[in-house]
């Protein structure tokens, strides 16, 4: 069965405002750190793990196979990308101690400011 044919998948009437980007740490954080750190953007399995983690709970996924979640996902994730920052923000700030270990930087996780290390 193809995603786009799935009455299930209704991600086109799901409103960003409705997807959860914060509370899944697993997913964030490698989405979040390759959003920041390849100049092309996340790898495939990381943006597919954090959208299938973001999904809003009225979108029932439990039926699609997980094939055709993750080509419904990465299409939409395609015809949206980026994601506005406003979300790309939630997302963060809700998992900053995941997040900073992952990113090559020497600093202090808990301090912010220019030049601080």
């Known amino acids: ?23 899944h740490c697993d997913s964030t954080g490698p989405f979040i750190h390759e959003s920041l750190e390849n100049p092309h953007g996340p790898a495939i399995n990381a943006t597919v793990n954090f959208l299938r983690d973001s999904l809003p709970a009225e979108v029932d996924v439990t039926n699609i196979p997980s ?14 990308s980026p994601l506005p920052q406003q979300y790309l923000d939630l997302a963060t700030n809700s ?17 912010s400011g220019i030049g601080v290390s």
């Open 67 to 80: 094939v055709d979640l993750s080509i419904a996902l990465l299409r939409w994730y395609c015809e949206r």
């Open 95 to 111: 998992c900053r101690t995941e997040i900073c270990p992952l990113l090559d930087w020497p600093g202090e996780p808990d301090a």
């Open 1 to 23: 069965m193809s995603a786009t044919s799935n009455p299930l998948l209704s991600l086109e009437r799901a409103p960003l405002s409705q997807w959860v980007f914060t509370g």
